[in-house]
C-alpha cells in the first residue's frame, strides 16, 4: 500500500492542526499577567505591565455566574450557515477567531469561538484511491506523540469519523471532539469542537449535537 504515507501526511495534518490551532487559541485567550476584579478589589495576576485600572471594581453577586460557564441553550443560539456543492451545516454564530491562531487559511472553512468554547472545520480532498478507514486508524497512534494527545474515544467508520482527545497547554488540560464526514466528491470535512476540560459539558457540549444533526453530506 504505497499510497498510506501520503494519506497520513493529509489526514494527520487536519487532525492534528485544528488540535494544534486551538492549542494556541486558548493560550492566546488567557492572560496570565492582568488584573483581576475580586470581591470588589483590583488583584494582581502575575506582572502586569499596564497599572491598575482607574475604573471601579464592582463586587459581583454570588448569583451571577461568567457567561462562559453558563449552561448553552440550544434553542436560544442564533446560527449561521456553510454550504459547498457536497456539504452544508449549521453552526453557531459566534465571534471568528483571530487568523493568526489558524495554521492553514486555505483549508479552514470555519473557525468560531465563544467565551469558553471554539468550533474549527476544515476540508481536505482526498484521492479516491486511498482508504480513509485504514489510515485514520494508523494514524491515531501517531496523534500522542505529535499533539502531545490522549485519545478518549473513538468510532472510525467507512465515511465518517468521531474522536474524543484531551491535551494539555501548560496547565490547563484541553478537550476536543471531532467528529469527520467524506461527501461523495472525497472531500474530508473536519469539525472540532474544543474547550478546558473543566468547563466543556458548559461550554461546548450543548451546541455539538445541534451543529452535527444538521450535517448534510452529498
Given at each position: 500500500m504505497r499510497f498510506l504515507p501520503h494519506v497520513r501526511t493529509i489526514t494527520l495534518f487536519v487532525i492534528v492542526a485544528s488540535f494544534i490551532g486551538l492549542a494556541f487559541?486558548?493560550?492566546?485567550?488567557?492572560?496570565?499577567?492582568?488584573?483581576?476584579?475580586?470581591?470588589?478589589?483590583?488583584?494582581?495576576?502575575?506582572?502586569?505591565?499596564?497599572?491598575?485600572?482607574?475604573?471601579?471594581?464592582?463586587?459581583?453577586?454570588?448569583?451571577?455566574?461568567?457567561?462562559?460557564?453558563?449552561?448553552?441553550?440550544?434553542?436560544?443560539?442564533?446560527?449561521?450557515?456553510?454550504?459547498?456543492?457536497?456539504?452544508?451545516?449549521?453552526?453557531?454564530?459566534?465571534?471568528?477567531?483571530?487568523?493568526?491562531?489558524?495554521?492553514?487559511?486555505?483549508?479552514?472553512?470555519?473557525?468560531?469561538?465563544?467565551?469558553?468554547?471554539?468550533?474549527?472545520?476544515?476540508?481536505?480532498?482526498?484521492?479516491?484511491?486511498?482508504?480513509?478507514?485504514?489510515?485514520?486508524?494508523?494514524?491515531?497512534?501517531?496523534?500522542?506523540?505529535?499533539?502531545?494527545?490522549r485519545i478518549l474515544s473513538k468510532n472510525i467508520a467507512e465515511s465518517t469519523s468521531h474522536v474524543e482527545a484531551e491535551f494539555s497547554v501548560g496547565s490547563q488540560a484541553l478537550k476536543t471532539d471531532q467528529y469527520g464526514f467524506l461527501s461523495s466528491e472525497r472531500n474530508f470535512y473536519s469539525i472540532v469542537f474544543a474547550a478546558e476540560q473543566a468547563s466543556f459539558a458548559t461550554a461546548c457540549k450543548p451546541m455539538i449535537d445541534q451543529t452535527v444533526k444538521s450535517v448534510s453530506v452529498r
Open positions: 487559541w486558548l493560550r492566546g485567550s488567557t492572560n496570565e499577567d492582568i488584573w483581576l476584579c475580586t470581591e470588589g478589589q483590583w488583584i494582581k495576576h502575575g506582572n502586569p505591565t499596564s497599572p491598575q485600572p482607574s475604573i471601579p471594581c464592582k463586587k459581583t453577586e454570588p448569583s451571577t455566574a461568567p457567561s462562559s460557564l453558563l449552561p448553552i441553550n440550544p434553542s436560544n443560539q442564533p446560527m449561521k450557515s456553510f454550504e459547498s456543492a457536497d456539504f452544508s451545516l449549521q453552526y453557531p454564530d459566534w465571534p471568528n477567531m483571530d487568523p493568526k491562531t489558524i495554521l492553514d487559511t486555505k483549508r479552514t472553512k470555519v473557525a468560531v469561538r465563544n467565551e469558553g468554547c471554539a468550533l474549527v472545520m476544515t476540508v481536505t480532498p482526498i484521492p479516491a484511491n486511498q482508504d480513509f478507514q485504514t489510515a485514520l486508524e494508523q494514524l491515531l497512534s501517531q496523534q500522542v506523540a505529535q499533539a502531545n494527545a
